[in-house]
Every structure is written in structure tokens, then in C-alpha cells.
């Protein structure tokens, strides 16, 4: 059988009442062109091979290992074990539409090495918030209309690491994007690892803006991105995405060793996002990245998320003065980049929403719907 298009590879642990919807989701794509790849590192998979058992469907190829590793390890043996000419990587809570098969033959047709897209989230049904419970919703950020646009991915890159790190929409990756198997390659032959660094995502964001020669952004939907009490987003609205580095078992056994000393060691999305882009970019010796890293935005976005650790962060900041002055630099500047975003953001006044949504499944429905009036890519 030749290798498929795609592989949608889906590194797990101990979430299994979001997997078997996001997979049983993913099976409606009538194509045989895919594959799902799971790669769950569950210590007990009795539930899930239960699952798997009564579905009969060769698209999807089921990995399992008992021992404990880290989240790096066994996103790495996602992808080993895949073996699509593109592969997309997804959390458990998500799923995929079918028109990430016309965006990958595009990118094929057009030798690009990777692709960014618009993804709605979806709140599912156990989802909460910190001041108050809401529905479970499906909404939209930006609407799709088909244009496709060349991305510089190092300037993209820069972009990011002035900012003190993060995921913009139109910065390739292979979470949530579309990354060609050859580039993939590249980056393991160089650093031994597809995600150079603790949080996947950014890690991997960050290698793939390195490596990759030719990057298009495609404005339709791909993906619907799920956000379940038991994620990183769900932990943020509940004020938990927070604490001690050494308590979070998905994390490499060595991360305090390991730990960039500019970066406050202590536990949350924005500084793991630092760490694992600064320290992607160590292992690619890209020093002239690394080097307009902006610390301040780090601390004072940081700060903002986090009043409770102020202390904290008092004390971090004293030890040199340098950092002290890039943290009120950052603050000063976060603050104009915040009004200019929610300006800019209530001007465009693309935000759409659909309360009534309540399985991942109807989300993917809906979103197939709207990216099915894209005819073509223009």
C-alpha cells in the first residue's frame, strides 16, 4: 500500500473520553488518502484498545507504550511511526476536516514544505471558567475565503521571539499546520528530535521556521482545535496553568537542568513557550534569532497572567538589574500592544460564534460546511 498523503498523527495520555471523538470524528472523512496515528503513553490502555477493537478501518494505526516519558518522547514516536508525505499533529480534543487532504495537494502540487490556516476552537461540553460556567460553543476568529499567501517563516520567527515567544496564526508549524516529511527530516538529522524542546508545539514551531524553504499560508479551515477541562486552556480559564516545574510529569526528568537561567523556573504557558523556543534555537545555533529574544515582553506577559506571583517575580527580577529594566520596558509596551490588538481585533469584527454546538463532531460538521463554499485556493 503506498504511503498516504497525510498523517494525522495524535500523541495522547490519559484522555481517552476526548480521543475516541476525536477519532471517531476523523473516520466520517471519506478518503482513503490519510492516516491516523495514535501514539498514547497511557499506563493502563484497556479502555481504548476495547474502543478500538469494534472499528474496523485500516486508516488507523494505534502505538502504545507503558513506560513513562516525556511529552517530546512521545510526540517523536508519533511521528517515527508515521509515514504520510505530510503530517499534521493534533491534540486529543481535536479533530480534522477533510479539506486538509485539497490543502496538502496543493502544497504538494506547489513544493511547499509547510502550511498555516484559520482553526476555530470549541469549548467542549466540560469546560469551565474561571468566573463563570458557559456552554460548550464553537467560534471563529477570522473567516476563510480561499486566498492563499507566501510566508517568510524566519521573519515570521523574529516576529515571535520579539514578542517573547508564541504561535501566531501564519507562523508554520507542525501543530495545528501542515509540515512536508522531508522537512521533518532535516530537523531530526540536525538536533535528534522533531520537538527540540519541552512544549512541542513551539518547539517544533521553531524548527520548522529554520528549516523550511517554502511556506504558504491558506486562509480555510483545516482543523477545529478543542479545548477540554482537562487542557492547557482549560487549566488557564480555571487559573491553574501554573506552578512548579518539577511537578509536571510530562516535562523532560531534567527540565531544571536544562532551564534557561533569563527565564523565571517556574511553570506556565508563557514561560514554557520561552524555554522551548529559546532553547530550539540553541540547538540550532541560530544566535542571531536567539539574540533579539525580548525578555521583557516575557516577564511583564507573564505578570499580567499572573498577579499571584508577584513575589515571585520580584525576586527573580532583582537578582540583576537588567532584567528589572526589561521588565517595566515590557510592561509599557505590552500595554500598547494590547489596546492596538483589541482595536484592531474589534475593527475587523470577524468573530463569529455558534452557542448551540455541543460534541466535537457537530463542530467538524460545521466547520466542513463553511470551508466547503471555498471552491478553490485563489
Known sequence: MPNPLVSIIVPTYN?????????????TIPSDDFEIVIQDNTEDNREIIAYLSKIEDQR?????????????????????????????????????CSSILKAASYCEEHNFDSCCFFFPGFNWYDMTFEAKKEEANLFFDEKAD????????????????????????????????LVRRDCLDRIYQKVGSYFPGPSPDMAN???VCLEAQKTVFISDYLIVSGYGHESARGEGNRGQHYGKLDEKPWLPKDILQRWNKEIPAIFSAETIIAQSMTEALKRFEANDVLKEFNYGNLYAT???HHRDATNKMFLFLIKKPRRLLRF????????????????????????????AIKSLTDAKSVTEELSAKITAYI
Open 60 to 96: 488507523i494505526k494505534y502505538f502504545h507504550k507503558k513506560e513513562h516519558i516525556s511529552v517530546m518522547e512521545n510526540s517523536d514516536l508519533a511521528v517515527k511511526n508515521s509515514s504520510g508525505k505530510y503530517v499534521c499533529m493534533i491534540g486529543d480534543d481535536d479533530t480534522v
Open 205 to 207: 514551531g521553531t524548527a
Open 15 to 27: 484522555r481517552y473520553k476526548y480521543l475516541k471523538e476525536c477519532i471517531s470524528s476523523m473516520l
Open 302 to 304: 507573564f505578570w499580567w
Open 146 to 177: 480561499g486566498s492563499t499567501q507566501l510566508i517568510d517563516a524566519r521573519k515570521e520567527l523574529l516576529q515571535s521571539a520579539r514578542q517573547g515567544g508564541g504561535l501566531g496564526n501564519k507562523m508554520p508549524r507542525l501543530y495545528h499546520g
Open 328 to 355: 517595566v520596558q515590557g510592561v509599557f509596551r505590552r500595554q500598547k500592544e494590547r489596546k492596538a490588538y483589541f482595536e484592531n481585533y474589534t475593527a475587523k469584527g470577524n468573530y463569529l460564534e455558534y452557542p
